[in-house]
């Protein structure tokens, strides 16, 4: 009998759905598409939350009134459905005044706080961690926090994945599904008559709301929907197993809990705003990868009923099932992340990386600092070639190429260096069919000791595919730069030339002005890469 108020509230939402739509449109509180992250066309009504708070209501007082037609003996509204339904009604209005005048979201979470302690006040709240040996009773400063914290994360979760047609509805409804069941195993009759109305009502709603919709959630009923979840959630856990408690919720819940968490740390990590809306969320990054609106909601259903499913693994408590569901869900999570390429979390791995192999960049940096020490007493081309392939090598590097702004004598005897220009030396450790063929290049300018510019110097990779365990600020950084400007400016004063009869002497520098110039420029910026 019970099953009746499933059907129900299933007739009644589909007959209000129809009668806010259709009046919506009459009077042209239909919503246009106003910005980029808005995947419909045409102006549709957002008000599809009115439909399922009436729903609510009405299966509340029908199964009080009449509660024999519904397989009980008493439903009481002044107990469970009304400390439920009390603040979700502050929600739903919140909810459809931001439809009409977008509310800030500074108010939007203190009125979500609001009915959050509301409900903490009417006894549903997390009053314990099953988890916790001895189960142990937490006072209501570690209670109520814990509460406002479920709350508005999964109140706020499911507006956030209410960006396709039918999305947000039917990852609900998966997930309230799963909540009746728990109700069943735990024999709570007021919980698994709440759920099934909410169900029911998301069931009528979602026949006007799946691709292509003709009536959306709005605020007022994505807010709704995830306040009554949060709220069943927490309600129903009273009477469960410890692992259905704890566990069954989060899991069944993935998909928008997943979602909100992604979305609060991509924006903390891009140093973004962190209720600034994008289009960065799970549904907009597979619509990007050429999938159809139909196609993502139909596959997001499918990831939705794989975490309620793997939450119903839990029903039968034990470590070894909650342990297995965790690896499964992790590694799940782990690949779809990949699959998305979400650029703050690759970035996020490859500071992971770095951080791990710190020893190596410390390494690197100490090899950087002795090769400036050992330039200062630097006095010849060979010994300068030497002391910089000896600190580069390691590091990864494949050579590194001089810029003089006052090039070189006609007659410059080269030692270890190529010619590339008559202002442009180049030295390869290894022999590279082409010093071009290097994929990767650093510059940064050389100065005298009076302050003028010298040039400049170029760091070469050809293999970029090998991380760089580095800083390359600690080759400006760190006397490195002055140290190597004022090697070269030494050398650059003395540079060998060959005689006619081929022996090698050292004669003054050739004047600046009787040099031939190869376009080289005469600033050079601090540091320049390329590839």
Known sequence: MQFLVFIAALLLSALFTRMVRDYANRHGWATPPASDRHVHTRPIPRLGGVAIFLTLWCIA????????????????????????????TIIFLLGLVDDFCNVSAYIKFSVQTLAAVMLYANGIGISQLTILAGHPHLTWLVGLPLTILWVLWITNAFNLIDGLDGLAAGSALLSTLVTCVVAMVGHNEVVLILTLALAGAITGFLRYNFNPASIFLGDCGSLLIGFLISAIAIAGSHKSPTMVAVAIPIVSLGLPILDVTFAVLRRFLSYKRLFAPDREHIHHKLLGRGIS??????????????????????????????????????????????????????????????????????????????????????????????????????????????????????NAELGPFKMVSRSKVQYFWDQLPEPSDANWSLTFGLTKRNGKSLGGFTLYRKNIASPLWIDLDVFTTTGFSNALGACVENIQIAWPIVAEEGKTQKPAYEPAGTTIRSGFPHSIPAVRTSS
């Not at 037609?69 to 439903?75: A, I």
């Not at 609106?293 to 793997?310: I, K, P």
């Open 61 to 88: 007082l029908l199964a009080h009134w009449v509660p024999e037609h519904f397989g009980m003996s008493e439903f009481p509204l002044s107990q469970l459905p009304v400390k439920i339904l009390g603040p979700a």
């Open 293 to 410: 609106h139909r196609q993502t909601v139909l596959l997001l259903y499918s990831v939705s009923a794989c975490f309620c499913l793997f939450s119903l693994l839990l029903l039968n408590p034990g470590g070894a099932a909650l342990a297995a569901v965790l690896v499964v869900v992790g590694i799940g999570v782990l690949f779809g992340v990949q699959q998305l390429k979400y650029h703050e979390f690759l970035e996020l791995g490859r500071v992971a990386s770095r951080t791990l192999n710190q020893r190596h960049a410390i390494a690197n940096g100490i090899s950087v600092r002795r090769a400036a020490d050992s330039l200062e007493s630097c006095n010849g081309l060979s010994q300068f070639c030497q002391i910089l392939r000896d600190c580069l090598e390691p590091i990864g590097f494949d050579g590194f190429g001089l810029y003089l702004s006052t090039g070189l004598p006609a």
